[in-house]
């Protein structure tokens, strides 16, 4: 890093020890705490249900701190994940320094540090979520030479008190400002600490749900990141949402990243944009447009778009948001610039210099050529993913697709050029498979591509068995038909798991 871009770095870490989180030591990181005087170190680490836990220690000498950052510490795994037993269940947690950051809501000075988890014989647990990503990503790069790159949309909603000042208009919250958005001061807020716990943000701005219902007030808000490695894409959205839930329990306000509030208004997803770079070389584009690799890609993620959602839609309130007309997908299929597909390939600045020179004819800087931002994004998913599984799966399919014979004629016969819920759809429509419509068809389908998950040894065969189970667990075949209608019914599921993940 150059030192202006390090002297710009939001996260503490970055600017006093003048280098990039990934050349982090343990020297670092007792240098820093020293000199900050930090009195509390957080271990942090994911359990089964995607929320991230803790393990707090009061530093109580140099010696006491060098020795929780080499060694690590003893925990119950049982009580994190269902697939291991009690009776032998001890696990170490040992913290990443790249990871560390300071918790910005504390009120003695506390520095947080991420954590992976190795068994008895300190091996890496191969059944942690976080493994099976780095795993997958590993297994990307030996395969392609190249890095997948991934960044997420995290959309949420703000639930608070009705406030009829400057109303904001139902379902036309996309882009509101103050004072018709109510919230952007807790969104903005949550940019500048995610950016200070090293989330690379591209933007944020509100969604387009915005509604009131009685007395409460909601408002739906998303934040962007950039392209990131996959371990590191995928954490920085889960301490993004302890933030974003920290905030609003200091505003006094709920924090939901529930796909589904209330019938008839707009869901919340977490799409997930990907690419693959080498040598600095963005290789989702070639000659100017999409380049093979990404339409193999694509066709991967498509044909196993399907058992993704074991992993990236876990709740059965997951599939009331896949409806028509929500801009959220049912078909398999892809398409440009197309919000009603499953796999969209949004705009990606090619040929963007030109609007760049005419909109500033005088600033001789616009000649200059950067790297393609070409993505393509998979929309399904939403907050109750487990994250790591989620991108680890568009890791595999990605894989999956760039080695599929056929891949690129499948591409061609699932690409759709119009809204695919239009009446003209129609006849498209019948010749395309559907998403699953519940959590007990979603394991119906994982179950039967299960194989090339466990391929390459990314996912081990008791994660799918659990997986799978858990999903059947809810009992949801049918569950649409069932609450079609009964608003109460469906106001009580959006309950239950308000909170999810």
Same mark, same amino acid.
């Given at each position: 890093m150059r030192n202006a871009e390090l002297l710009m770095n939001p996260n503490r870490l970055v600017r006093f020890l003048k280098k990039s989180s #990934?050349? %982090?030591?343990?020297?670092?990181?007792?240098?820093?705490?020293?000199?900050?005087?930090?009195?509390?170190?957080? %271990?942090? $680490? /994911?359990?089964?249900?995607?929320?991230?836990?803790?393990?707090?220690?009061?530093? +109580?000498?140099?010696?006491?701190?060098n020795t929780i950052l080499s060694d690590g510490e003893r925990v119950d795994g049982s009580n994190f994940f269902s697939f291991i037993d009690a009776g032998s269940s001890d696990l170490y947690a040992i913290p990443r320094y790249s990871t560390a950051f300071v918790n910005p809501f504390a009120e003695v000075p506390t520095l947080e540090i991420l954590c992976s988890f190795y068994d008895n014989n300190?091996?890496?647990?191969?059944?942690?979520?976080? $493994?099976?990503?780095?795993?997958?990503?590993?297994? %990307?790069?030996?395969?392609? &030479?190249?890095?997948?790159?991934a960044l997420g949309e995290l959309e949420y909603y703000v639930i608070g008190k009705r406030n009829d000042l400057y109303p904001g208009r139902d379902q036309k919250g996309y882009h509101a400002a103050e004072p018709f958005a109510k919230y952007e001061d807790l969104r903005v807020e949550a940019l500048k600490l995610i950016a200070q716990a090293g989330g690379q943000i591209k933007y944020g701005h509100s969604e387009v749900g915005c509604f009131t219902k009685g007395d409460t007030y909601y408002e739906q808000h998303e934040i962007e990141f950039l392209p990131a490695p996959a371990v590191e894409a995928a954490e920085q959205l889960i301490v993004a949402k302890w933030i974003i839930r920290m905030l609003g329990y200091r505003y006094g306000v709920n924090i939901s990243f529930a796909p589904k509030i209330t019938v008839g208004n707009a869901g919340s997803g977490m799409h997930v944009h990907m690419l693959a770079e080498k040598n600095g070389t963005n290789l989702m584009v070639a000659?100017?447009?999409?380049?093979?690799?990404?339409r193999k890609m694509i066709a991967g993620v498509c044909d196993l778009g399907d058992a993704i959602t074991a992993f990236g839609n876990g709740i059965p309130t997951s599939y009331l948001r896949l409806v028509p007309h929500q801009e959220a997908p049912t078909y398999i299929c892809w398409g440009d610039r197309n919000r009603s597909v499953m796999v969209r390939v949004p705009l990606g600045w090619i040929g963007a210099r030109d609007m760049t020179r005419h909109a500033n004819p005088n600033d001789r800087s616009?000649?200059?050529? &950067?790297?393609?931002?070409?993505?393509?994004? $998979?929309? /399904?998913?939403? &907050? #109750?993913?487990?994250? $790591?599984?989620t991108i680890a #799966?568009?890791?595999?399919? +990605?894989?999956? &697709?760039?080695?599929?014979?056929?891949?690129?004629?499948?591409?061609?016969?699932?690409?759709?050029?119009?809204?695919?819920?239009?009446?003209?759809s129609k006849q498209r429509r019948a010749q395309l498979k559907q998403l699953p419509a519940s959590c007990w068809e979603s394991a119906d389908v994982l179950a039967e591509k299960r194989a090339i998950f466990e391929q390459n040894g990314i996912f081990p065969p008791g994660v799918i068995d659990n997986r799978i189970a858990s999903l059947r667990a809810f009992e949801d075949k049918g569950l649409s038909e069932r609450l079609y209608g009964n608003n109460n019914e469906i106001a009580r599921l959006v309950e239950q798991y308000i909170h999810i993940a």
């Open positions: #990934s050349e %982090f030591t343990k020297e670092d990181i007792i240098h820093f705490c020293e000199e900050n005087k930090i009195e509390i170190v957080n %271990f942090r $680490y /994911v359990s089964e249900d995607s929320r991230l836990r803790s393990l707090n220690f009061i530093i +109580s000498s140099m010696d006491h701190l300190g091996q890496p647990l191969k059944s942690a979520p976080g $493994y099976i990503l780095s795993r997958a990503d590993a297994e %990307f790069t030996r395969q392609t &030479g190249a890095t997948f790159k000659e100017g447009a999409l380049s093979p690799m990404a616009a000649d200059e050529e &950067g790297p393609s931002k070409q993505t393509f994004e $998979y929309r /399904v998913a939403d &907050g #109750s993913a487990d994250i $790591y599984l #799966s568009l890791i595999v399919a +990605s894989l999956h &697709g760039i080695t599929m014979p056929d891949a690129l004629d499948l591409a061609d016969s699932l690409y759709v050029e119009t809204n695919i819920f239009s009446p003209e």
